[in-house]
């Protein structure tokens, strides 16, 4: 069974960085790697939104709001997708969640909780 566990997320303050962690269980490493990657996030009353996603190949994509300020990567050697967030404001608070997706597969995790408060 495949399972996503989040980590890194916390409290910091503006202008602060966090990195977040997803690692994957039960797959190889060669499975892993042929899933594309994302990361959502959603704040208190709001809907779920895209942050970041990296294909297969390492093709990256961001939503416009976190562009310079994010960077998605991954280490197939370790099953882990990251989300490097720097420059955090108020706006980034929001429960984090990564996505694994091959074709129609999907798998979610439970997310983690990021909160950007002075």
């Known amino acids: 069974q495949v399972q996503l566990v989040e980590s890194g997320g916390g409290s910091v303050q503006p202008g602060g960085s966090l990195r977040l962690s997803c690692t994957a269980s039960?797959?190889?490493?060669?499975?892993?790697?042929?899933?594309?990657m994302s990361w959502y996030r959603q704040a208190p009353g709001k809907e779920r939104e895209s942050v970041a996603s990296i294909t297969s190949v390492g093709y990256k994509d961001y939503q416009e709001s976190v562009k310079g300020r994010f960077t998605i990567s991954r280490d197939n050697a370790k099953n882990t997708v990251y989300l490097q967030m720097n420059s955090l404001t108020p706006e980034d608070t929001a429960v984090y969640s990564c996505k694994a997706q091959r074709f129609s597969t999907i798998h979610w995790g439970q997310g983690t909780q990021v909160t950007v408060s002075s």
């Open positions: 039960g797959l190889t490493s060669f499975a892993f790697s042929a899933y594309a």
